[in-house]
């Protein structure tokens, strides 16, 4: 016996228990994750943990909070102006989205083939993909101001009325989804263009000498082509477009009397103007909720009505 | 998406190429000769209608305010080369430039590795916790970050980075979308290289390094552009952790000038522009990078 078992475990010394675990893939795996990984954790996973307590306290950012229970969340039920901001956001939301979707995809259709001057086309339409909302938003101010924009003064010298824009409450929501329709225009044409050159000629050939005009082969052929395309823009605007912040701070800041008031800025106007950040952080938890809901609904509709190539 | 996620992101232009309009040219030259079309009468308004505001941001930024107010508009007389040096004595964009150059390079380099060395890892490697530390990126992918904003700040806070760069940086060094992103990118590759590769005796550091980060070339770029378009242009957190004006960004700073200069357009123009030059030129010379970057950003999803 003890012979026998020389004999098999000499020639071929078994790893010790280290040596497996350096020849395994443990120790490289987590050398290898472990520096995104605590970053996640610090930034990521702690907020999320913290957040949720957040939500439960009344805390003003100094000292340490106090439990409330569901008190921020009942508060926010009954929040008038935070329903408004919900009313606000969903408004901006229902119209941004779909004129992105329709414009794009009109520009990246005519985009899609050969004609003079189509790299001087394409670099106008994608140039505004790299101006920060920032720099978009003192833009828009200028063109629009009431007295000096260059709107203004076009309105006036074609015998039309002058406009008060951003000043305006009834105009100013409008005026935020032209603007942002413009910064993300470019975004949406790029993601559309890139999803019809994926689309092989020949099925698009075939329509055509079936007798199908060019509307119906766009139609029947490229629309439900691009159907996974759209499903994508159409989420990941609406996500976007539920967190709209940036524009709103540098142009109106929530108003002219609440009329741009989204539900990111009133939270921002609790954090740090009241500094209720409990309060505060149970409206993200609502935003985020709602950017789920809405996120699994389109979800499901997609799965209906988009077909995938396999 | 209705795709299992673990189903590698399969890609018509070969492993870790782009998808998107690398053929664009060649198949829109295949498909005839440029001739006179209808298409132009929908997209000559629109295109200057999208090149109008940035044309009238430079036309301002010369003119003096007088100018500005005439219609049709009209080149200024003289060029306002001054509103420039206005711009860049009334506010410290040298500093702002600086800041937000240092704040870009850290994130696009710490994305680099770090969304790599992870991507990597959970793409190939079989380890206890791999596919937890998977989901827990997922989960944190989809939290919006306003809901994390507030207790980000306090550990922030808590760090001593609050009002410096380093809280613009450090919470910016690893996204986990990039990580999802490299990690589907990684899956496409064929392992019999890197296989190949270890039986020679080359470490896994060197594997990746040497042999499958070359083949990963556009999806790098993806993350580095995404990366930098980020950190140039981010503005809620900026604005919710600097105050002091020498350690802002150019996005926070401006809305700061605009703030203080709300009348005086020609010298806020130049700013804005001076603000966003560095980027424009940039797209401009690496236009087909970004378009391609950005056109990967949604195959992945799709």
């Not at chain 1, 559309?192 to 000629?201: C, T």
């Not at chain 1, 605007?237 to 009133?266: C, H, K, M, W």
């Not at chain 2, 970050?145 to 060094?173: E, K």
Request: net charge neutral; aromatic share 12%.
């Amino acid at each position: 016996m003890q012979v026998a078992d020389q004999a098999v475990s000499l020639p071929v010394r078994r790893a010790s228990a280290w040596e497996r675990l350096l020849a395994s893939d443990h120790l490289a795996g987590w050398g290898f994750t472990s520096p995104a990984m605590i970053l996640i954790a610090v930034f990521g996973v702690a907020p999320i943990a913290w957040s949720v307590v957040l939500s439960f306290q009344r805390n003003n950012l100094l000292s340490g909070g106090t439990w409330i229970g569901f008190r921020n969340y009942e508060r926010l039920m009954h929040d008038p102006v935070f329903a408004h901001s919900v009313r606000i956001t969903v408004l901006y939301t229902v119209l941004f989205v779909p004129i992105s979707i329709v414009l794009s995809l009109a520009v990246a259709v005519a985009l899609n083939r050969k004609l003079w001057f189509i790299r001087l086309y394409r670099t106008a339409i994608f140039l505004p993909v790299v101006a920060s909302t920032v720099a978009e938003a003192i833009l828009f101010n200028w063109l629009l101001d009431p007295y000096f924009g260059i709107v203004n003064v076009a309105l006036v010298k074609l015998g039309l009325p002058a406009q008060s824009f951003f000043q305006d409450p009834s105009q100013a929501l409008f005026c935020i989804v032209a603007m942002t329709v413009w910064g993300w225009l470019g975004f949406c044409v790029i993601i559309y263009l890139a999803a019809l050159q994926g689309i092989p000629r020949e099925l698009i050939e075939a329509a055509e000498i079936d007798g199908a005009t060019h509307w119906r082969s766009f139609q029947r052929v490229q629309l439900p082509l691009l159907g996974p395309t759209t499903l994508f823009l159409v989420i990941y605007l609406s996500i976007n477009a539920l967190q709209l912040f940036d524009e709103i701070y540098v142009t109106t800041r929530g108003g002219p009397l609440g009329a741009t008031t989204v539900v990111v800025y009133y939270l921002y106007e609790q954090a740090f103007q009241f500094f209720e950040a409990g309060y505060a952080t149970a409206i993200a938890y609502v935003l985020f909720l709602g950017i789920l809901a809405l996120t699994v609904v389109q979800l499901l509709l997609g799965r209906r009505f988009v077909h995938y190539r396999s | 998406m209705t795709e299992p996620l673990d189903k590698p992101f399969t890609d018509p232009a070969g492993p870790g190429g782009f998808p998107g309009l690398d053929s664009l040219e060649a198949e829109i030259a295949a498909a005839g000769r440029r001739r006179p079309s209808a298409w132009h009468l929908f997209l000559a308004p629109t295109a200057a209608i999208m090149a109008f505001p940035f044309v009238w941001m430079l036309v301002t930024s010369v003119s003096t305010l007088a100018e500005t107010r005439r219609f049709p508009p009209q080149l200024p007389h003289a060029i306002q080369w001054h509103n420039f040096v206005d711009a860049w004595t009334m506010a410290p964009f040298d500093r702002w430039l600086l800041n937000t150059t240092v704040v870009a390079i850290a994130s696009v380099a710490g994305n680099l590795v770090f969304c790599s060395l992870a991507g990597y890892a959970l793409a190939r490697l079989r380890f206890i916790g791999g596919n937890v530390a998977f989901l827990v990126i997922l989960a944190t992918l989809m939290v919006p970050f306003q809901v994390v904003m507030i207790p980000t700040l306090l550990i922030v806070r808590s760090m001593g980075l609050i009002d410096s760069l380093g809280a613009l940086i450090v919470p910016n060094l690893v996204t986990p979308f990039g990580i999802f992103l490299l990690r589907q990118f990684f899956k496409t590759l064929p392992v019999e290289i890197e296989e190949a590769a270890r039986i020679d005796g080359a470490s896994r550091v060197g594997t990746l390094v040497k042999v499958v980060l070359p083949q990963m070339k556009a999806p790098l770029a993806t993350v580095a552009i995404m990366t930098l378009l980020w950190a140039w242009n981010d503005f809620l957190w900026p604005l919710i952790v600097i105050q002091s004006p020498d350690q802002m960004t150019l996005p926070l700073g401006l809305s700061t000038f605009q703030g203080a200069h709300f009348t005086n357009w020609p010298v806020l123009m130049a700013g804005t522009l001076m603000s966003q030059l560095p980027m424009l030129v940039v797209f401009v010379v690496a236009q087909r990078w970004f378009v391609q970057s950005l056109s990967v950003s949604s195959g992945i999803k799709g």
